[in-house]
């Protein structure tokens, strides 16, 4: 077998390689400034852990983008965090952070890892699997042990094997709807888990902004978390099944940012991309009608926040473009 990190890079790798960039700079801003506001000991030592592989992916990476002569892109630096500012999380969300960032990093390294041809290239995003399946464990360990794991609901099931032998099963009839399957609680909970996470950043970054209409973006997106949350626990509620919920706010009373608002923006969307993900893959397993349409109408509204989003970094310059195909025609 010849040598195959010669052959050139394709689309799919190139824009993996440049997302991964983008995001482990981030990371690493987010990581020093929590480690500096950081009390348990175990907590610490993961954050650790966790900021020192992010900054070797950023050295692979830089290493990578040189030898296939790309353009590095610009990411995020220590201008974009003031390790000094005052606490703005507990220690408790920054478990449930990495927690989420596991999740949201399996899925996605996982999704570019089918779209690579190239040996070398798989290898980096197989063994970015492998850490976020161990950062995952490591966090849910000290979770347990700490008492302040979230877990989803526990129901009891049906024993016997059964069939579906009407199309009410799929579709309500005269407002009647069944019970929920397993799949369908266990997508319901995971998206209140994520908007949990999602409403403390988004109260944070909102009473910290500096700008008025960033931060009214913040809160915009505080109030749509919360109402999903609301709506959603109110379901299971409704089907007399346990809710998630924290004692912890997660959220301090500073109102000094510890973070540029290019950063806290692009963070942002990060967050909100991934519920997108989330939305569909519980579509993809949901058999009940009412399900669907909430999550067909939370993806409307999530893009359209989305794009509110993306117009506020384009005025302010902060949100930089992925690498494009050249067009021939304008080489002329």
Same mark, same amino acid.
């Given at each position: 077998m010849g040598d195959t990190t010669k052959i050139p890079l394709i689309s799919s790798e190139i824009a993996g390689l440049w997302n991964s960039y983008m995001s482990d700079t981030m990371i690493v801003c987010v990581l020093k400034y929590y480690l500096n506001n950081v009390d348990d000991s175990e907590t610490r030592a993961i954050l650790q852990q966790t900021l020192d592989l992010s900054s070797n992916h950023i050295q692979e990476l830089t290493n990578i983008f040189n030898q296939e002569k790309l353009t590095?892109?610009?990411?995020?630096?220590?201008?974009?965090v003031n390790v000094n500012a005052p606490r703005l999380f507990t220690d408790h969300f920054y478990l449930a952070y990495l927690c989420s960032m596991s999740t949201a990093g399996m899925h996605n390294y996982t999704l570019i890892l089918n779209q690579i041809a190239r040996t070398d290239i798989r290898a980096y995003f197989s063994n970015r699997i492998t850490e976020n399946i161990n950062l995952y464990n490591n966090t849910s360990n000290i979770k347990l042990s700490e008492g302040i794991f979230i877990r989803a609901p526990r129901v009891e099931v049906t024993q016997e094997i059964q069939y579906i032998e009407s199309q009410s099963f799929i579709t309500d009839w005269f407002g009647e709807k069944r019970s929920l399957l397993a799949i369908e609680i266990t997508h319901i909970f995971s998206i209140i888990y994520a908007n949990l996470v999602g409403r403390a950043m988004t109260t944070a970054f909102g009473q910290v902004s500096k700008n008025e209409k960033v931060s009214d973006y913040f809160f915009e997106g505080k109030d749509i978390a919360t109402s999903y949350i609301y709506e959603l626990n109110g379901l299971l509620t409704e089907e007399c099944i346990p809710i998630p919920s924290t004692s912890d706010s997660f959220v301090t009373s500073s109102v000094v940012s510890p973070f540029s608002e290019k950063l806290m923006m692009n963070h942002l969307a990060?967050?909100?991309?991934?519920?997108?993900?989330?939305?569909?893959?519980?579509?993809?397993? !949901?058999?009940?009608?009412?399900?669907?349409? @909430?999550?067909?109408?939370? !993806?409307?509204?999530?893009?359209?926040?989305? @794009?509110?989003?993306a117009n506020i970094m384009i005025d302010n310059k902060w949100l930089q473009q992925s690498p494009q195909a050249v067009k021939h025609e304008n080489l002329v």
């Amino acid at each position: 077998m010849g040598d195959t990190t010669k052959i050139p890079l394709i689309s799919s790798e190139i824009a993996g390689l440049w997302n991964s960039y983008m995001s482990d700079t981030m990371i690493v801003c987010v990581l020093k400034y929590y480690l500096n506001n950081v009390d348990d000991s175990e907590t610490r030592a993961i954050l650790q852990q966790t900021l020192d592989l992010s900054s070797n992916h950023i050295q692979e990476l830089t290493n990578i983008f040189n030898q296939e002569k790309l353009t590095i892109p610009e990411g995020f630096n220590d201008n974009d965090v003031n390790v000094n500012a005052p606490r703005l999380f507990t220690d408790h969300f920054y478990l449930a952070y990495l927690c989420s960032m596991s999740t949201a990093g399996m899925h996605n390294y996982t999704l570019i890892l089918n779209q690579i041809a190239r040996t070398d290239i798989r290898a980096y995003f197989s063994n970015r699997i492998t850490e976020n399946i161990n950062l995952y464990n490591n966090t849910s360990n000290i979770k347990l042990s700490e008492g302040i794991f979230i877990r989803a609901p526990r129901v009891e099931v049906t024993q016997e094997i059964q069939y579906i032998e009407s199309q009410s099963f799929i579709t309500d009839w005269f407002g009647e709807k069944r019970s929920l399957l397993a799949i369908e609680i266990t997508h319901i909970f995971s998206i209140i888990y994520a908007n949990l996470v999602g409403r403390a950043m988004t109260t944070a970054f909102g009473q910290v902004s500096k700008n008025e209409k960033v931060s009214d973006y913040f809160f915009e997106g505080k109030d749509i978390a919360t109402s999903y949350i609301y709506e959603l626990n109110g379901l299971l509620t409704e089907e007399c099944i346990p809710i998630p919920s924290t004692s912890d706010s997660f959220v301090t009373s500073s109102v000094v940012s510890p973070f540029s608002e290019k950063l806290m923006m692009n963070h942002l969307a990060m967050l909100t991309s991934s519920a997108i993900s989330s939305f569909g893959m519980s579509m993809a397993d !949901t058999m009940r009608s009412d399900l669907q349409a @909430k999550y067909i109408k939370y !993806t409307a509204e999530v893009m359209k926040y989305i @794009k509110k989003g993306a117009n506020i970094m384009i005025d302010n310059k902060w949100l930089q473009q992925s690498p494009q195909a050249v067009k021939h025609e304008n080489l002329v």
